[in-house]
């Protein structure tokens, strides 16, 4: 699962790279920032109900 993460926060910050360079792109920036952000949230809160799982 980690993994997965890992490979759609890098997808997500290639997409806000893309989007900031070329100017008619900054939907795709900021769309890019939202799932970066949300992405993170997700692994977070699943990392720490492993946690309390397993304690």
Known sequence: MLTVIVILLVAWAVLVVVGFAIKGLLWL?????????????FG???????????V
């Open 29 to 41: 920036a900021i769309i890019g920032i939202i799932l970066f952000i949300g992405t993170l949230v």
């Open 44 to 54: 977070f809160v699943r990392r720490s109900a492993r946690r309390k799982k397993s």
